[in-house]
């Protein structure tokens, strides 16, 4: 049990806080962008909106914002440049350097402003989720994450795997020592311990990566997060409680 608490502990606040810290570090000495995949930035959906950020340093502080605002009927109605977005409240962004245009009946009307507000969904720490990958993030983190994308009904599928995955992770802790038991009552004289522990040891790293390999599998097949975060678990533990059940035997 005090190996799963730490599992936990680790796992739901040091991990999440020292890996967001290492990205940020990472990306101001490379001066990477957020979203490098795509050549123009990182993109996202803000409920009747499409943004688009050419490039973020830090969670708070956007270059070159594209604010696309379509409406009932995903007619495009608004765009919205500006050189720069920083976070002021919750909900709430100042932009500067605006220039926008409306699409009206009559025509397009464009406007120039130094500075304007802008309010959305959008927060730093959702875009730090963008930063760090799903399974270093913090249960909570991925619990508000997700509930954002399907609020702006996006896919779900790998954050909820990995929020469960992290809610599960501590309980392998407790596979493993499971799988470890039945080594245990081998003696030296039964002959072939090195073997016996290193296919201990084999056994140990076959269910880390049965468990990484299973979050693919489930995106691809799409299985439901619970079951392809839970069977590798769970098949362990079965098989781990069978081979004490054996050596009992013996």
């Known amino acids: 049990m005090a190996f799963v608490v730490l599992t936990f502990v680790i796992g739901e606040w040091i991990a ?24 123009s930035g990182l993109w996202f959906k803000d409920e009747g909106s499409f943004i688009n950020v050419r490039e973020s340093r830090d969670p708070k502080l956007l270059q070159g914002v594209r604010i696309y605002e379509f409406d009932s009927d995903y007619r495009l109605r608004k765009i919205t440049l500006a050189e720069r977005a920083e976070y002021r ?115 140990g790293i076959f269910f880390h990566l049965l468990n990484s390999l299973f979050s693919h599998i489930g995106l691809l097949h799409n299985w439901p997060p619970l079951a392809a975060a839970a069977v590798p678990s769970a098949a362990f533990l079965a098989s781990a409680m069978l081979m004490m059940w054996w050596v009992e035997r013996r």
Request: aromatic share 10%.
């Open 16 to 39: 999440p806080h020292a890996e967001e810290a290492a990205q940020k570090i990472k990306i101001r000495a490379l001066s990477s962008m957020i979203g490098q995949d795509l050549q």
């Open 89 to 203: 409240a919750k909900g709430l962004w100042d932009l500067y350097g605006v220039m926008a245009t409306r699409f009206d009946a009559p025509g397009p009307q464009t406007s120039r402003e130094p500075r304007a507000e802008w309010h959305t969904g959008v927060s730093p720490d959702l875009l730090n989720a963008l930063i760090v990958k799903p399974e270093r993030m913090s249960a909570w983190a991925l619990h508000k994450y997700t509930e954002h994308l399907e609020a702006n009904r996006q896919r779900t599928e790998r954050y909820e795997i990995a929020l469960w995955k992290k809610l599960f992770y501590p309980l392998a802790t407790l596979v493993m020592m499971a799988l470890a038991l039945p080594f245990a009552y081998m003696h030296a004289r039964a002959g072939a311990v090195g073997v016996k522990v290193f296919l201990g040891i084999m056994l």
